[in-house]
């Protein structure tokens, strides 16, 4: 895969990253209505009334997420394996890195990135 291949994969999970974010937020929102609606209706929290109140509100939105989260793991395995050319390629390494819960995978990276750019200057 070729260093502007990266860039594209590197956009795409960067959109994804934005709408996903935008989405806990929305989620964050909902539950607060959520939890307030249920208080206001006496439910108790916890009882399955509740969190059949609390799925109602708030499931579309769940299901929404849970749709991007995929995506971005999808994407940044395909972003994983490529081999960065530059500081940008590195930083949407490290991106998908983080995303996928190894952010010191990038190290090898940044030491092979050196070494290669060491080699070009001797």
Excluded at 4 to 26: E, H, W
Excluded at 67 to 89: H, M, N, S, T, W
Aim: include cysteine.
């Amino acid at each position: 895969m070729s260093e502007t291949n990266l860039y594209c994969l590197g956009a795409s999970f960067a959109a994804l990253v934005a709408d996903y974010r935008a989405a806990q937020s929305q989620l964050a929102a909902l539950q607060h209505e959520a939890d307030r609606t249920a208080a206001d209706a006496g439910l108790v929290y916890g009882s399955s009334a509740w969190s059949a109140h609390r799925f109602a509100v708030t499931g579309r939105t769940v299901h929404h997420i849970n749709a991007l989260y995929e995506k971005l793991e999808d994407l940044a395995q395909e972003i994983v394996p490529i081999r960065p050319a530059c500081f940008a390629g590195l930083v949407i390494k490290a991106r998908a890195h983080q995303f996928a819960g190894n952010p010191a995978a990038i190290i090898n990276e940044i030491e092979a990135l050196a070494l290669a750019s060491n080699q070009e200057a001797a």
